[in-house]
């Protein structure tokens, strides 16, 4: 039996206890420490219980703006899988501060003061892949859908009256109607208007959003006439969704070449699959209409952006632009190279030509407001690249000369870090030895200007 404790420094421990011949502790072992855990705090009430062997749920948890939340763990790599903030409103006042929480079903129950709330739940297995929110996709020819890691919670709260808020059911209920197939256009828009507006609270739109894009673009694959751009785009906004949540959207997006609504997924989504920056990656440097890029550049948003793309690139600036959202991508470099792999060879030379392009381009360090990737995810990109087509570019003739290119430039840049190391040597000896000593004030903005030889 596993007695998950919490203890007042905000370390989690599982204990092995034995119930035969007698009860006894067999072991304990440290999981995972909270961060930001405040034990001095006298108002703090913190309830927890094990919703499997691999997650835990807590209650009473403060941010920095004293809000309380409910979490669930993921005990295997100690990370907070999601929260949702506890709002009762006055059902603490003038009662027991202390929280409960339990668990029937795939519910999550907690009970504050004369106040009940009850959340549904669902966990995927815990894996790397899953926290990192880079779970292995299924091919689109199969029907299989990954677990995206992320709980869908539906929150009922009844309070002393019985009174039930939220209007959930009527919610599911538009939710399933916008699955339907029989609907005619007109009345997928208007039920996901109602929707829209049923759900003003910014918590249930952030769950409901990934439901509602992957519907938009279900019904607008079937129906080509149909394409609620304005809707899609405000819904992507300020979510800061995992793109893991709705995968189809970016497909949907290539195939209808908006590049402006790429840009806002990269801009607002997190996590995005390696599989799927590789498709856009061959998406721009498959696009050859040089008016598809020039309609891009005009828009009032884009064009500042644009115009810091650095001259004498070999590709088109808003082309270098949107290549430039996806190098500055987290990602994997073995599933990265995965799919480098099935990348086209003219596509493979051109992404390497801007490669070598920025390779004497990009900032050593990341500036604020600089759009370029640094030089440290130029070589990261190079290094994946030549990894995942080594054999092509070894035998092609056409990519001789540019290899040779590269060469030269890898050979100028590990020279010039050469002598930046030696400079620095110099310097922090200068440094040591002219120490500047303050006045009998302690005003040390005097100076001295010296003549030296090295």
Not at 13 to 26: A, D, E, G
Not at 285 to 300: E, G, N, P, Q, T
Not at 412 to 422: C, W
């Amino acid at each position: 039996m596993s007695l998950f404790t919490l203890w007042n420094n905000g370390c989690v421990y599982r204990n092995i206890i034995t119930t035969s011949p007698n009860i006894s502790l067999q072991t304990s072992e440290k999981l995972f420490t909270i961060q930001g855990f405040v034990s001095d705090d006298k108002d703090l009430s913190v309830a927890m219980t094990a919703l499997s062997d691999s997650y835990i749920a807590t209650v009473g948890l403060r941010d920095n703006q004293s809000k309380e939340f409910l979490t669930i763990w993921d005990i295997t790599y100690g990370t907070p899988l999601c929260k949702q903030e506890i709002n009762v409103g006055t059902a603490r006042t003038n009662v027991s501060k202390q929280q409960q929480i339990f668990t029937a079903g795939s519910n999550i129950l907690v009970s504050v003061g004369k106040a009940l709330m009850v959340y549904s739940y669902s966990l995927a297995p815990s894996t790397l892949a899953g926290v990192l929110g880079r779970g292995q996709r299924a091919s689109h020819d199969t029907a299989v859908q990954s677990i995206v890691p992320l709980s869908a919670w539906n929150v009922h709260s009844t309070t002393e009256s019985g009174r039930s808020t939220g209007g959930k059911a009527t919610v599911d209920m538009l939710v399933g109607k916008l699955s339907d197939e029989s609907q005619t256009n007109e009345e997928f828009s208007s039920t996901l208007d109602r929707v829209i507006k049923l759900c003003a609270n910014k918590d249930a739109m952030l769950y409901l959003t990934p439901v509602l894009l992957q519907c938009i673009v279900q019904r607008s694959s079937r129906s080509s006439d149909f394409w609620p751009r304005s809707i899609v785009q405000s819904l992507i906004k300020g979510k800061q969704l995992p793109a893991t949540c709705c995968i189809e959207l970016f497909q949907f997006l290539i195939d209808k070449e908006d590049l402006s609504l790429l840009t806002l997924c990269f801009k607002h989504m997190t996590d995005i699959p390696e599989k799927t920056l590789i498709n856009c990656l061959q998406f721009y440097l498959s696009v050859k209409k040089d008016a598809i890029f020039d309609d891009f550049m005009k828009r009032k948003q884009i064009q500042p952006m644009v115009e810091t793309i650095p001259t004498g690139c070999p590709l088109h600036k808003s082309q270098a632009f949107l290549i430039n959202q996806i190098l500055v991508c987290p990602q994997n470099d073995v599933f990265v190279i995965d799919h480098l792999k099935k990348l086209p060879f003219d596509a493979v030379m051109d992404f390497l030509k801007y490669l070598c392009f920025l390779l004497d381009k990009a900032p050593v360090c990341l500036e604020e407001k600089n759009l370029i990737p640094t030089l440290e995810k130029v070589v990261e990109w190079l290094c994946v690249l030549l990894d995942a087509q080594f054999t092509q570019l070894v035998i092609v003739p056409e990519a001789k000369e540019l290899l040779l290119q590269l060469q030269q430039q890898v050979e100028d840049q590990a020279q010039f870090f050469k002598e930046l190391g030696s400079l620095e040597a110099v310097l922090q000896s200068l440094k040591s030895s002219l120490h500047v000593k303050p006045d009998k004030q302690g005003d040390v903005s005097l100076y001295r200007i010296e003549m030296l030889k090295l």
